[in-house]
């Protein structure tokens, strides 16, 4: 496994500037967000480390040249491209927007020789699975083609996306569940079409977040490592059916309910042969504790490198 971040924590740093903060907070590689450029919709969107307008423009050889040249430089490598939109949504032009910029995101990471693209499904939050089904069914043929012919990989993120009164009552993001991914994978059967695991968003939702590592081995192609603490006595208050921000909250690792190394251990036991998974993992900092200065998000960055390795070279003793 190679450790890495994503970049949505750092979004007022040039490329260059957030891949020296990964180097010096010791990580192997990152997670580029790939946003077009406008307003954010939420915390966390509208960061733009990678502009891949012009790698998709002519001439976007010397831009590839570029980028190439600025990575290797500070040592480390681009474990996946992350765009995050509402591919579903019911705002036709908001879903046009999103369909249109994730073809090119797919686009330049397989110019640029990035074999993994992650972002959401999707969703219409005011209706449920069966009647979303039509509209997955029609949207995600194509990108999933479009990322067989660029040779990359998309890794779905299981969050629910369901935090305010806006994603109520479903959230903007179908594959959450078991269940879900199921299906989807059934219906669009593509070695290119996965996840990007996120172990917290089962936690919240009350999931066996290790259990599920086994059935799909073979669909994580990225995996995203943030906790989150569980407000019990307010949770006992409000009820599953609340707001989930009313009873959770995102957490750096090791401030939360996961335990990381057995985790790890699970996570390295997958996969047909038991060879385990080989890929990226790569911290999420959400943790508001973090959030008030640049210095404390990068401070963010190197606590939770410590504590993943930390973590992960406890596995074994967890495994036996």
């Known amino acids: 496994m190679k450790l890495g971040f994503v970049s949505a924590i750092l979004p007022e740093l040039s490329l260059a500037e957030v891949l020296e903060s990964g180097a010096d907070a010791g990580y ?128 779905i993120e299981n969050c629910p996306m369901y935090f305010t009164a806006d994603e109520w009552p479903g959230g903007k993001n179908l594959a959450t569940t078991p269940v879900v991914w199921r299906r989807m994978f059934d219906a669009l059967p593509s070695p290119s079409f996965g996840l990007n695991y996120d172990p917290s968003h089962l936690v919240w939702q009350r999931m066996d977040h290790v259990a599920p590592l086994a059935e799909f081995a073979e669909r994580i192609f990225h995996v995203h490592a943030k906790d989150v603490a569980i407000d019990a006595a307010r949770l006992a208050e409000v009820g599953v059916m609340a707001t989930p921000l009313e009873y959770h909250t995102p957490r750096l690792p090791g401030r939360g309910e996961i335990d990381w190394p057995a985790f790890f251990a699970a996570l390295c036991a997958i996969g047909h042969d038991g060879s385990g998974y080989d890929g990226a993992v790569c911290l999420e900092v959400e943790d508001r504790d973090y959030e008030g200065t640049l210095a404390d998000r990068q401070r963010a960055l190197r606590e939770g490198a410590a504590f993943l390795r930390g973590a992960a070279a406890l596995r074994g003793a967890n495994a036996q």
């Not at 969107?45 to 831009?63: F, Y």
């Open 28 to 155: 192997d590689c990152v997670e580029l967000m790939c946003w077009p450029h406008g307003p954010a919709e939420r915390r966390y969107a509208g960061v733009t480390h990678l502009d891949v307008s012009k790698i998709n423009a002519p001439g976007g050889a010397a831009a590839c040249e570029e980028f190439h040249r600025t990575v290797a430089e500070r040592g480390l490598t681009v474990s996946a491209l992350g765009y995050y939109p509402n591919p579903l949504s019911p705002d036709a032009g908001e879903a046009a927007l999103a369909i249109d910029h994730l073809h090119r995101v797919i686009e330049a990471a397989g110019q640029l020789g990035i074999g993994v693209v992650n972002t959401f499904v999707g969703r219409d939050p005011g209706k449920t699975v069966d009647e979303n089904w039509p509209r997955f069914l029609e949207v995600w043929p194509p990108i999933v083609k479009g990322a067989e012919d660029a040779g990359v990989k998309i890794g």
